[in-house]
């Protein structure tokens, strides 16, 4: 339950104040070795998001976390102290899905192409898509049998738990093909 309550934190937008677990507790170190922290700019501001590495040189995220200059951080326990477990990766290109809308956030997910490959270590680890059918339940965790199910899509302001996922499961068609194209 710890590291769900990590990941929930982690993966919501900086819009929605996710800078500390509220009622949680602090995570193993690395227990999480997946967790991506996607930091970009918007208008000169900087925003972050919580992502997912789902293959040594993809990160999977929310559409919403789209800005220049993104960069990925893997293997960090705490972002507000450098480890030596981080990697710290720019990205090379950003996809989000082709019918994302930023206005109602309907097919609110992204891929993140790095411009190299993440070295797996203990602190870095990719985890599977449900390339099942079937698999998650948008009311389900976000992660389940260390099988990704779902990505925040929003949040509330008010520090509440996220409101909306987007269902990984039913975008595997397109995560499979834009993974293999480039």
């Not at 967790?35 to 999977?60: I, N, S, T, W, Y």
């Not at 030596?84 to 290109?93: A, D, F, L, Y």
């Not at 992660?143 to 520090?159: K, L, P, Y």
């Amino acid at each position: 339950m710890q590291p769900l309550l990590l990941l929930l934190a982690f993966l919501l937008s900086s819009g929605a104040e996710a800078e500390e677990i509220i009622g949680g507790h602090e995570a193993r170190p690395h227990s999480c070795p997946y967790m991506a922290l996607v930091q970009f700019l918007v208008e000169e501001a900087k925003h972050r998001c919580g992502g997912v590495l789902v293959r040594q040189d993809f990160v999977l995220t929310a559409a919403h976390c789209w800005g220049s200059s993104i960069k990925v951080t893997l293997g960090a326990h705490n972002i507000q102290k450098q480890e030596r477990t981080q990697q710290v990766i720019s990205v090379k290109k950003a996809i989000p899905h082709p019918d994302y809308n930023p206005k109602n956030l309907a097919n609110d997910i992204m891929l993140l192409k790095l411009e190299r490959e993440a070295k797996l270590t203990a602190a870095v680890r990719t985890l599977s898509l449900p390339w099942g059918t079937g698999q998650g339940d948008s009311r389900g965790p976000l992660v389940c049998e260390n099988v990704i199910q779902g990505i925040v899509s929003n949040g509330q302001n008010n520090r509440k738990p996220p409101r909306a996922f987007t269902k990984v499961s039913s975008f595997l068609p397109w995560i499979k093909e834009t993974m293999k194209n480039l």
